[in-house]
């Protein structure tokens, strides 16, 4: 069962057209600087063990796994079929727009875990999203939910682009436990520019992530 969360109105967002004409043409770009990926693939590497099953849920090009572990399977998922065609860490990918429909098209129990890159935030629905996610994963598997402060504003729903870093993370679990997910582990933390511009102070893209085990 479905809890919800949010009333209609916070999830509203400026541009209510269909996500995927927004993500018709590929961004090969980066989303989040050197900085923030660089906490972000160690952040993997502790938590995630090798021949895992990885979902990758709003993913683009570019996978953050760290390139020495070899996982049991890494299935990618998003809104742009070239963009994923071109992630070298998918073995398979699907297309779905999941302000449209929240099922996932995969097995319960199936997953080890599942990796939200800067994605949560374009979710209108994130209740029906977070109890598939819960359905899908192992006993002792998790899902890690990560962000920075940045977003394509428009596309953002009202309770996201009206809230502050803090809010993001109470926001997030408040819908994991909801649904049932056990109360999460937050990080909130400040990044340091790679290189000698780091050394002498300069900053990267705030890391903040949202860690949640399913009881084994
Ligand atoms: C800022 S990009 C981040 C991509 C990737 N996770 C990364 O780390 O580079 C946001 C991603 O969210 C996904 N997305 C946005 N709106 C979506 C929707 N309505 N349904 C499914 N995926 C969506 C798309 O895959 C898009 O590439």
Do not use: C
Not at 126 to 144: M, S
Not at 180 to 206: N, S, V
């Amino acid at each position: 069962m479905v809890v919800q969360v949010l009333e209609e109105t916070q999830r509203r967002k400026w541009d209510s057209s269909d996500d995927a004409l927004f993500y018709a043409q590929p961004r090969f770009v980066q989303h989040l600087d050197a900085a923030f990926r660089q906490r972000l693939t160690e952040l993997y590497r502790e938590r995630i063990p090798a021949g895992a099953a990885v979902l990758d849920l709003m993913a683009s090009w570019v996978s953050h796994l760290p390139e020495e572990v070899t996982y049991a399977s890494v299935i990618g998922h998003g809104l742009n079929a070239e963009e994923l065609a071109a992630n070298p860490r998918l073995q398979r990918h699907w297309l779905q727009n999941l302000n449209r429909d929240q099922r996932l098209p995969l097995e319960s129990a199936s997953i080890d875990a599942t990796l939200i890159v800067a994605g949560w935030q374009y979710l209108q629905y994130p209740e029906a999203v977070a109890a598939e996610l819960l359905r899908i994963t192992r006993p002792g598997g998790q899902l890690i939910v990560a962000f920075s402060n940045r977003m394509f504003f428009t596309k953002a729903p009202q309770i996201w682009a009206d809230g502050s870093d803090r809010d993001h993370l109470a926001y997030v679990a408040e819908v994991l436990i909801a649904q049932g997910w056990p109360r999460p582990t937050l990080i909130a933390e400040q990044t340091r520019a790679p290189g000698l511009p780091g050394l002498i102070g300069a900053k990267g893209d705030p890391f903040f992530a949202v860690i949640a085990s399913r009881p084994a």
